[in-house]
């Protein structure tokens, strides 16, 4: 099946600091890839939605200043958490639109375990 | 609206089948997700129905949908130790462009040797 990977899948960080996580596609090109916030024993919330080459769609309630997004490549979006705080700790996974083949489906990354201290 | 529901807990013993149960309230052509998420790994796709379809079987899933009552089951045969995992019920809807994902709550499966 199709992978998505990321990038780091821990990190830990002091308060004020930002962080880039990396999501690409490894074996299709997605020109829509989605980004996630789990909460612990929670199911995931969509944070926003990023198109290749355009501005990403947040969700309400999501700070578009806190969290850039940038989608530079049909393989690669980034997530960058800015001056992040401890409430900022959360589990992010990130997936990928693929309407390659016969089927339309998203494929998830194995997620990213951000701690801020 | 879109609201997926899923019972949060279900214990099998190992051997025994597991039928995991979902429902959903759009009355949109969507399609109908499931994924199983192990303990700090992301979701891993395990299959996949399209709203006008009734039944899909790969190896040991099974999956059911009763469009008529917008309920979604994942039957898992012979299920093992190594099932043990969260599994999430997910639907992607026409109305939205088939472009977001609704997630129910996630439903922890135990396995008992």
């Known amino acids: 099946g199709a992978v998505v990977s990321q990038h780091p899948s821990r990190v830990i960080c002091k308060s004020g600091t930002s962080v880039k996580i990396e999501c690409r596609s490894l074996?299709?090109?997605?020109?829509?890839m989605f980004w996630y916030r789990q909460f612990p024993k929670q199911s995931l919330m969509l944070m926003a939605t990023?198109?290749?080459?355009?501005?990403?769609?947040?969700e309400q309630g999501v700070e578009k200043d806190k969290f850039l997004i940038n989608h530079a490549s049909l393989t690669l979006s980034t997530l960058t958490v800015t001056s992040a705080h401890p409430e900022d700790s959360s589990f992010y996974i990130c997936?990928?639109?693929?309407?390659?083949?016969?089927?339309?489906?998203?494929?998830f990354g194995p997620g990213t375990r951000l701690t801020v201290l | 609206g879109e609201d997926v529901e899923q019972s949060l807990f279900l214990s099998v013993r190992e051997g025994d089948s597991s039928v995991i149960n979902c429902t959903y309230t759009d009355s949109s052509s969507t399609y109908l997700y499931w994924y199983k998420q192990e303990p700090g790994a992301g979701l891993q796709l395990l299959t996949y129905?399209?709203?006008?379809?009734d039944m899909k079987q790969d190896q040991r899933l099974t999956v059911l949908l009763n469009k008529k009552d917008k309920h979604l089951s994942l039957r898992i045969a012979d299920t093992q130790t190594g099932d043990s995992a969260i599994y999430f019920c997910a639907e992607s809807p026409a109305r939205r462009g088939f472009n977001k994902f609704y997630f129910g709550s996630g439903t922890k499966l135990n396995v008992k040797p």
């Open positions: 074996d299709f090109q997605a020109t829509t």
């Open positions: 129905i399209f709203s006008n379809m």
């Open positions: 997936s990928a639109r693929d309407t390659g083949g016969w089927g339309d489906t998203q494929y």
């Open positions: 990023s198109n290749e080459g355009s501005k990403a769609t947040y």
